[in-house]
Nanobody
Framework: QVQLVESGGGLAQPGGSLRLSCAAS????????MTWARQAPGKGLEWVSG????????YYADSVKGRFTISRDNAKNTVCLQMSSLKPEDTGVYFC??????????????WGQGTQVTVSS
């Protein structure tokens, strides 16, 4: 059964850091590039970062480049997002999924519950 479980979010002050984790199961994790996306309040889903299947290449949205680092551990079926120098505009619900399209279950896009990140003074 496919599962994507995001964790690690919380409240951070501007300039602070958070580390998000995504635990994946129900599919062959090492065969897929992975991505993080976020949804800010009242906004659509925004792609944030991605990583190749073997971790050999990473890529980032311009808005987070130099501040966020994506990584993966295929032995543990996890992908992480280390977020530093946080800004209020980083606020949102963060989701992980396969890249570039969401994984499907019975013909329907599957998403985990996401993890809330709030950056505020």
């Amino acid at each position: 059964q496919v599962q994507l479980v995001e964790s690690g979010g919380g409240l951070a002050q501007p300039g602070g850091s958070l580390r998000l984790s995504c635990a994946a199961s129900g599919f062959t994790f090492s065969e897929y590039a992975m991505t993080w996306a976020r949804q800010a309040p009242g906004k659509g889903l925004e792609w944030v970062s991605g990583i190749f299947e073997d971790g050999s290449y990473t890529y980032y949205a311009d808005s987070v480049k130099g501040r966020f680092t994506i990584s993966r551990d295929n032995a543990k079926n996890t992908v992480c997002l280390q977020m530093s120098s946080l800004k209020p505009e980083d606020t949102g619900v963060y989701f992980c999924n396969i890249d570039p399209r969401p994984i499907t279950v019975d013909g329907t896009d599957y998403w985990g519950q996401g993890t809330q990140v709030t950056v505020s003074s």
